[in-house]
């Protein structure tokens, strides 16, 4: 079992561990042997504890004060404590080890089947929280490396507007408020200058709100969007990439799935671009199968095997979002060698997709 847990066996007397251990040894799980209360509270200080099974009858501290000692504890206060008793069977007793913090009370002799059934359901209820645990972390983990992230886009989004745009248009104001001084002869080589400076700063307009939203998506779907990304970034990174596409009549997806899978290409090649070294990049979109598949391959350096193992959201904040993004659509995102290069690989499940009836243009 890759994520076991540890179940501490308490008790004075060597022949009852041993039937414990005998009983719980099937589970899988870490069996852990304590003959005394110091002896207990020593390794609930060292290692994770999932259950304790815990003696009301020991020599040198009544279980009942042990079981109070661990609950006062802030570390030990999820622990699932069960009180194991050969003479404390009255319903007072009971309420006393509830009141102290027990989740069970289990009497002697036991029968093996039920201690097995208790025990499993405490040990995988340990071990669903310590998983959920670590899924938040993952998740706040995740989630301001996206901020981060958003916040250094929309600073390279305010630099671009005012280094390129707010600079364009500050020289088309000048030109243009100079028109007056400028002798007739003049005027029409001014108009043609502002025309062209008003032309480049369309341009910066255009760049930047596909950036932001890419009007395509709304306007012909994902494939034409695709296509002409595509294209815009085999002119500007120098990396041949090509697209292919099945059924040639790919369907059109909901707006917010072909958002996804607009924005899963775009980081895929930005990652490509910034890390692979790659000369060439294969894209591939197929609706087979009951599934929406999207193939990124490149022949460029690929990646350490340590990290070809390691999960999606481990490795950075750009693969991160990517598993995050895929996930929302009950999709998985995978990793693997390309020979030369590295596969990106992600799989929607169709009924997920949600798609529509109505061809994308291509």
């Given amino acids: ?14 022949g009852k561990l041993l039937s414990y251990e005998v009983v719980l040894a099937e589970l899988g799980e870490n069996l852990v042997k304590a003959h005394s209360a110091k002896e207990a509270l020593e390794l609930l200080l060292k290692i994770d504890i999932a259950v304790v099974l815990l003696d009301v009858s020991l020599p040198e501290l009544y279980g009942f004060e042990l079981a109070n000692m661990i609950r006062e504890h802030p570390r030990f206060l999820d622990i699932a404590i069960v009180f194991i008793s050969a003479v404390h069977l009255t319903e007072s007793d009971m309420i006393k080890a509830y009141e102290r913090g027990a989740v069970d009370y289990i009497s002697v002799p036991i029968i093996p089947e039920l201690l097995r059934a208790k025990v499993r359901v405490f040990a995988d209820l340990h071990r669903k929280t310590r998983q959920l645990e670590m899924l938040n972390q993952e998740l706040r983990r995740l989630s301001g490396s996206m901020i981060a992230s958003q ?14 745009l707010g600079q364009e248009l500050s020289v088309a104001k000048m030109v243009a408020d100079g028109i007056r001084q400028r002798p007739a002869e003049s005027k029409d080589e001014v108009a043609a200058e502002v025309s062209t400076l008003i032309d480049h700063a369309l341009q910066q307009v255009r760049s930047i709100s596909h950036l932001l939203h890419p009007p395509m998506l709304d306007e012909a779907g994902l494939c034409s969007a695709l296509n002409l990304y595509v294209e815009g ?9 090509s697209i292919d596409v099945h059924p040639s009549n790919f369907p059109r ?3 917010d799935l072909e958002t996804t899978i607009f924005r899963i290409v775009q980081e895929a090649l930005t990652n490509v671009f910034r890390h692979s070294g790659a000369h060439k990049v294969s894209i591939s979109l197929l609706a087979v199968n009951g599934e929406i598949s999207l193939k990124v391959l490149d022949d460029g350096k690929g990646m350490a095997d340590y990290s070809m193992k390691a999960s999606a959201g481990t490795i950075g904040v750009g693969l991160g979002g990517m598993s995050q993004r895929a996930k929302e659509f009950g ?3 995978r990793l693997r060698a390309g020979n030369p290069g590295m596969l990106l690989e992600v799989i929607i499940p169709a009924d997920s997709a949600e798609q529509q009836r109505s061809p994308a243009t291509t």
């Fill in 1 to 14: 079992m890759p994520d076991r847990v540890n179940i501490l066996m308490v008790d004075d007397q060597p």
């Fill in 331 to 333: 999709g998985e995102l």
């Fill in 253 to 255: 997806l909901t707006p």
């Fill in 151 to 164: 916040d250094h886009e929309r600073r390279r989004i305010a630099r671009e507007l005012h280094d390129s």
């Fill in 233 to 241: 970034f085999t002119k500007r990174s120098g990396i041949d990439t």
